[in-house]
């Protein structure tokens, strides 16, 4: 099924998992990126729609029922073996539930979090001249040793690499870093609360691989990167 040409964007704008893609990639590899963030294409679906949901669920729940997982996964299976579904729907009604499953392994290492409902309606992220989609899907509460009230904001990567080099997970692992830090600068524009946004309940949740990368304490370095990136994409997208 073909993707659906949109119209371009004639001011930068980026998803948090690209410019986090872009930050690790090469020169060449980075070009594509932006070309296709200038001119994107609409998916013929929206890849694990249906499992999204039902983890924030099962993830907000202090008890953390099953039920929505379980509830999640009869639909899934319902679709995967119904003729009329197009195999692209199986396919993702596949990984879907291989979410489900993958979110559950990882009850030990969310455990302790405190997660809560992120708001519906959330605005976008403006770094240096560019506009970064970065959704919360969750927020986390949690308090400091001092008793401090803290916040941050959880981000769920649902994706199929299954990549296992070195390289690869080296390079998961400084795209998670990236995307946390990112829910961090997030959570200062666009999150009001009382609380205290803190680095390390600012979460890239890599699902498929298990993986959990909190803010770094000292992110400066990340930021300025970032920042730095940002104003050269901007200063460039004119000429994509």
Not at 68 to 91: G, N
Not at 97 to 113: K, P, S, T, Y
Not at 184 to 206: E, H, K, P
Request: charged share 25%; hydrophobic share 40%.
């Amino acid at each position: 099924m073909a993707r659906i040409p949109v119209a371009e964007r004639p001011q930068p704008r980026i998803s948090a998992n690209d410019l986090a893609l872009y930050m690790v990639s090469s020169d060449t590899a980075r070009m594509g990126i932006l070309r296709r963030a200038k001119a994107p294409q609409k998916p013929p679906i929206i890849r694990y729609k249906d499992a999204r949901a039902p983890v924030c669920a099962y993830l907000i729940d202090p008890a953390r029922n099953m039920r929505p997982l379980v509830a999640a996964e009869e639909m899934l299976r319902q679709r995967m073996d119904d003729p009329a579904t197009s195999p692209l729907l199986r396919d993702d009604a596949s990984h879907s539930i291989e979410v489900l499953h993958a979110i559950q392994q990882m009850r030990n290492q969310l455990g302790a979090l405190d997660f809560q409902a992120a708001p519906r309606d959330q605005g976008r992220l403006a770094i240096s001249g560019v506009e970064v989609s970065v959704r919360a899907d969750l927020l986390v509460f949690s308090s400091s040793r001092t008793g401090e009230e803290q916040i941050g904001a959880a981000v769920l990567r649902m994706t199929m690499d299954d990549a296992e080099t070195e390289a690869a997970r080296e390079r998961r692992r400084n795209m998670g870093l990236y995307v946390a830090t990112l829910a961090r600068l997030y959570v200062d524009q666009n999150i009001a609360s009382n609380r205290t946004a803190a680095n390390r309940l600012c979460l890239s949740i890599d699902v498929q691989h298990g993986e959990i990368f909190s803010g770094p304490t000292a992110n400066t370095r990340r930021v300025n990167d970032i920042e730095n990136v940002c104003r050269m994409i901007a200063a460039i997208w004119p000429t994509l």
